[in-house]
């Protein structure tokens, strides 16, 4: 008896495991099924345009014509044309206006309205300071040029508090141009990161602060032992969309210089455009695209690496 027993208990076992499994593959047949769709999507509109662009890169190409092959001279032409170089170096200057003000200026918004705004008062100043993601770039590029023309707002500020001799189209100087354009950026991204900041400081523990405050820390100290490590996520966030926005500018920049005065604006996103609707380059404008590619994942990477080893810590 006990002998039958003993060799029934394993096969019912197994049978138990085996039906365990079965509805585990199952299950995980399901899951794939749900995700296809999004996956097919995802490969059609965005898997497969990158490996075209990969592909057109190597080849000479005028949109119409037969393709030439030309392995990486593409490549070697947007390393080697000064031109171009100074296209990427002008995403890398807008990186200090479109990511280092936003994140700067919207920690301190958020640190303030945390300390002095509250209630109604704080849902009012974080809608009217998101208000600029919700404008389209089209409208904000063309409100933004007609006040920095010579008889725009900010001119006719500075002539009223008498310093005209600093007026000047600021879009259309040539030294001021790109530091106007990443002014625009600025503006429209701050709301962005005060809204994301400002989440992520109502998610920190009041009772830190209090704390801190019976221990004689003053706001600096609050801001820095407390504030600062308690948004590291929502600071990554901040920096990897601001960076992102620098690097792949094209909107603003076409809407209000269309790259000039000269070149003065010349971005990459812009500098792609021309190159393959206008000069009819495809091949070198895809070069140019897949070196884009590869800065934002080298600017990104590192930030996501820096954001994840501190919450190890």
């Known amino acids: 008896m006990l002998s039958s027993i003993s060799e029934t208990t394993?096969?019912?076992t197994g049978a138990l495991r085996a039906l365990t499994n079965k509805r585990a593959r199952g299950l995980h047949l399901q899951g794939w099924l749900f995700v296809l769709?999004?996956?097919a999507a995802y490969a059609?509109?965005?898997?497969w345009p990158i490996v075209q662009v990969v592909r057109y890169s190597f080849y000479n190409w005028d949109g119409v014509a037969a393709a030439r092959w030309a392995g990486l001279a593409n490549y070697g032409t947007v390393f080697s044309n000064n031109q171009l170089l100074t296209v990427i170096g002008h995403a890398f200057e807008l990186i200090l206006f479109f990511s280092g003000i936003p994140v700067v200026l919207g920690l301190a918004t958020a640190t303030v309205m945390r300390r002095f705004v509250t209630g109604r008062l704080s849902s009012v100043a974080r809608t009217v300071l998101f208000l600029p993601q919700v404008i389209p770039l089209v409208a904000a590029g063309i409100a933004w040029s007609w006040m920095m023309s010579t008889t725009g707002a900010i001119d006719e500020v500075l002539n009223n508090v008498g310093l005209r001799s600093l007026s000047r189209s600021w879009l259309g100087d040539f030294g001021t141009a790109l530091p106007a354009v990443g002014v625009i950026g600025a503006w429209v991204l701050l709301g962005l990161c005060t809204v994301l900041l400002s989440a992520g400081m109502s998610k920190i523990d009041a009772t830190l602060y209090e704390a801190a405050q019976l221990d004689g820390a003053g706001p600096f100290r609050e801001f820095v032992s407390i504030t600062l490590p308690g948004l590291r996520q929502e600071i990554s966030?901040?920096?990897?969309?601001t960076v992102i926005a620098a690097l792949s500018a094209f909107d603003i920049v076409y809407i209000s210089t269309v790259g000039g005065p000269g070149f003065?604006?010349?971005v990459p996103g812009?500098?792609?455009?021309?190159l393959a609707f206008l000069n009819r380059q495809v091949g070198l404008a895809s070069?140019?695209?897949?070196?884009?590619m590869a800065l934002v994942i080298i600017c990104i990477l590192p930030i996501q690496w820096a954001a994840r080893r501190g919450d190890q810590q």
Do not use: D, K
């Not at 812009?270 to 021309?274: K, N, V």
């Open 10 to 12: 394993p096969r019912a």
């Open 37 to 39: 769709p999004a996956l």
């Open 44 to 47: 059609a509109f965005v898997l």
């Open 237 to 241: 966030v901040c920096v990897t969309v």
């Open 264 to 266: 003065a604006t010349m």
């Open 270 to 274: 812009l500098e792609i455009y021309q």
């Open 287 to 292: 070069a140019l695209a897949v070196v884009l």
